[in-house]
């Protein structure tokens, strides 16, 4: 197949998924509006696999050539090459994820940065209340601060004693456990702080600002 072929084919895929997405965000696809249960949210699925969900275009992004910037309203801003990264304190974190097609995964294992140490690096302005992520594949979501901040919020570089894929945002992508998925940006290569609040790709077609899996805030 031709370089251009290759390209529009790969075009094709990601507007068919993106009207898919927003089809389900206008049908209210996967809402039960039930209560789940001690540990599983409602409408999810356990599943033991690992799943691929992404925008079509999956980066391939080698660690010499990565680099994760802290930037906008911080007192440092930073530029991490792999080597500056890996240097940082590593630690390594358990979790259930849960994606918002419906799965989820107990017990991840996961190694990586965790965020209060960017923090610490990068130091907020006062003004600072929101952070949106930038990927590699031109993706963006966001959250607020206190949610980056959360003690159990890493960027991994390591999933289930290995690096990660890059099917699933390898070399390095973010990790929130108490939101749905698409919060986890895949591929990260910049995180923004800002005063006031920007919705990412999925929030400007349909999706929840917040995406708290228990409250199942799978759509705006």
């Known amino acids: 197949m031709a370089e251009e072929d290759g390209v529009r084919l790969e075009g094709e895929v990601r507007e068919k ?31 033991t696999d690992f799943p691929v969900l992404d925008l079509g275009v999956q980066p391939d992004v080698k660690p010499e050539r990565w680099r994760l910037r802290l930037e906008g ?32 995964r107990y017990d991840n294992t996961w190694r990586g940065v965790a965020s209060r140490d960017l923090l610490e690096l990068a130091k ?7 952070v949106v ?8 979501t966001n959250v607020s601060l206190d949610t980056f901040a959360a003690e159990d919020v890493l960027v991994a570089h390591s999933w289930a004693g290995k690096p990660l894929d890059r099917v699933h945002g390898g070399p390095a ?19 923004e702080f800002l005063a006031e609040d920007r ?22």
């Open 17 to 47: 998924l993106l009207r898919s997405k927003e089809q389900w965000a206008r049908e209210g696809r996967l809402l039960t509006g039930t209560t789940g249960a001690d540990r599983l949210p409602p409408g999810q699925r356990l599943v």
């Open 124 to 130: 907020p302005k006062p003004e600072a209340r929101f």
């Open 73 to 104: 309203l911080v007192e440092n801003r930073l530029a991490l090459a792999w080597d500056a990264f890996m240097a940082l304190p590593q630690r390594d974190f358990v979790n259930d994820i849960h994606c918002v097609t419906a799965w989820s």
């Open 173 to 191: 992508r973010i990790v929130i456990p108490r939101y749905y998925f698409w919060k986890s940006a895949k591929w990260v290569t910049r995180i």
């Open 199 to 220: 919705p990412g790709f999925w929030e400007v077609r349909g999706y929840h600002n917040s995406a708290d899996p228990w409250l199942e805030e799978r759509y705006g």
């Open 133 to 140: 992520f930038h990927s590699y594949d031109g993706y963006t």
